[in-house]
């Protein structure tokens, strides 16, 4: 039984699950070298100071499950700033206000209007840089502290 290298698509014995320029693909001896060959998880007998490299067990048709598209993170981290608890609101209030559509306040955003749409739903939560952003562009207040109270 043989199995196909899913870089250069060559018949082999067996392939290795091999880590190329980001993605896991299970490859041929020869396109192994192009990456850096993960082993197989060790089981609970192994200790540590096992030798290099063993065959793995039986590397069973994974396919794909291992690879995935990460969207860069720009937004990753959390904005440190309180926001009032209905910014989604006052954000939609300002844009409308503005007479701007969803994909007009994205342009100035630069950002999409995808993002504008969950941030005026309240589903996403911007970075301290987007805040300062939309306040700039919407004319608006969107941080706790920004309010008195009356
Ligand atoms: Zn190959």
Redesign the pocket.
């Known amino acids: 039984m043989t199995v196909l290298?899913e870089?250069?698509g060559?018949e082999v014995d067996r392939t290795s699950r091999t880590r190329i320029e980001g993605s896991v693909l299970l490859?041929?001896a020869?396109?192994a070298r192009f990456g850096v060959v993960l082993e197989p998880p060790p089981t609970a007998a192994v200790v540590a100071g096992g030798g290099p490299r063993r065959p793995p067990p039986s590397l069973g048709p994974l396919r794909g499950a291992t690879r995935r598209s990460t969207e860069r993170d720009v937004f990753l981290e959390m904005g440190e700033l309180e926001l009032a608890p209905d910014w989604g609101r006052r954000i939609r209030i300002a844009r409308e206000g503005r007479q701007w559509t969803p994909d007009d306040l994205a342009r100035k955003l630069n950002e999409k209007r995808s993002l504008v749409l969950k941030l005026e739903s309240g589903n996403f939560h911007p970075t301290d840089a987007l805040v300062r952003k939309l306040e700039h562009h919407l004319g608006i207040r969107l941080r706790a502290d920004a309010e008195k109270p009356s």
């Open positions: 290298c870089m250069c060559k490859v041929c020869e396109c």
